[in-house]
Nanobody, 113 residues
Framework: QVQLVESGGGLVQAGGSLRLSCAAS????????MGWYRQAPGKQREWVAQITSGGTANYLDSVKGRFTISRDKNTVYLQMNSLKPEDTAVYYC?????????WGKGTQVTVSS
């Protein structure tokens, strides 16, 4: 079992920055990859970024060059720069352990124009 707790969301003006954190506890030694998804009102949840246990990072095209995912021991971060109103969403952290995916409860990010 893995438990995930996100933090760092909030309200920011367009062009601003936020740093999201996701702290994992439990069987963290078994985590293969961690990542971030987001869900805007009325839209499906979409993948944003992922980092593997080996440190390989991948990004949604629309956030490349603006967002950076990193991992330090049991915490994964999402540094978000040059934020746009379309980045407004609830951001969820996830962790993959073999075929099981664990989710956090999410943190709200609101970008005002």
């Amino acid at each position: 079992q893995v438990q995930l707790v996100e933090s760092g969301g909030g309200l920011v003006q367009a062009g601003g920055s936020l740093r999201l954190s996701c702290a994992a506890s439990g069987s963290i030694f078994a985590i293969n990859a961690m990542g971030w998804y987001r869900q805007a009102p009325g839209k499906q949840r979409e993948w944003v970024a992922q980092i593997t246990s080996g440190g390989t990072a991948n990004y949604l095209d629309s956030v490349k060059g603006r967002f950076t995912i990193s991992r330090d021991k049991n915490t994964v971060y999402l540094q978000m720069n040059s934020l746009k109103p379309e980045d407004t969403a609830v951001y969820y952290c996830n962790a993959r352990v073999t075929i099981t995916t664990y989710w956090g409860k999410g943190t709200q990010v609101t970008v005002s124009s």
